[in-house]
């Protein structure tokens, strides 16, 4: 049975930011996965390859980085997701160039930026796994990282991750994934005002 993952991002009251800024923990997990991470890259395998007539291929290296991310995701208390949707419910209220909403058909767009980034800089993203809080001092310190990020990131390699996580970017995804954040951020910044990212599943 198929899925749609969702990176959502928005701009929230200050105050709500300041409130819920400790909801985002990252797993224990986390350091030896990145770890991993970085050897495999270092050790150069091949992760995806687009295949003739659209296909794609898929090593075991993927595979596994799929689940590591997968992991960061699940095992979480039944109160982390009572928050998310709280955040959520505040975002609907939000103009459009104040939030975006990023879907995927049988994959996570967190994961297909993560994949572009790399260890390096997914680990110096604010929060875990696409999922953040920042108040409006947080905005301010982390945009201008987050652009700079963003900027150096691998474009090509995001698409790959798409492709071979079964979903064709026909949508203009992998833009949004790019602009979105940088767009909520700058937003925020203004307005004097927090943000968060979460991440759904439908």
Known sequence: MGFHGYWVLGVVPDEVAAGAGHWVRRPETAVGELTWWRERLAARTEWLRRLPGGGAWRGDDALTLAGVFDGWRSDEPESVDQVRWELLGLLEGC?????????????????????????????????????????????????????????????????????????????GTVAELFAGPVRVLRAAESAGAGAVGLVLEF
């Not at 310190?141 to 652009?147: F, G, I």
């Open 95 to 171: 103009a459009e160039e104040e939030r975006c909403a990023i879907g995927a058909s049988k994959a996570y767009p967190f994961d297909a930026l993560a994949f572009a980034l790399g260890p390096e800089a997914v680990e110096r993203l604010p929060g875990w796994g696409g999922e953040f809080v920042l108040d409006a001092a947080g905005v301010r310190e982390q945009r201008p990282l987050v652009e700079r990020l963003l900027a150096g990131a691998e474009v090509g390699r995001a698409e790959a991750w798409l492709s071979v996580m079964g979903n064709e970017d026909s949508g």
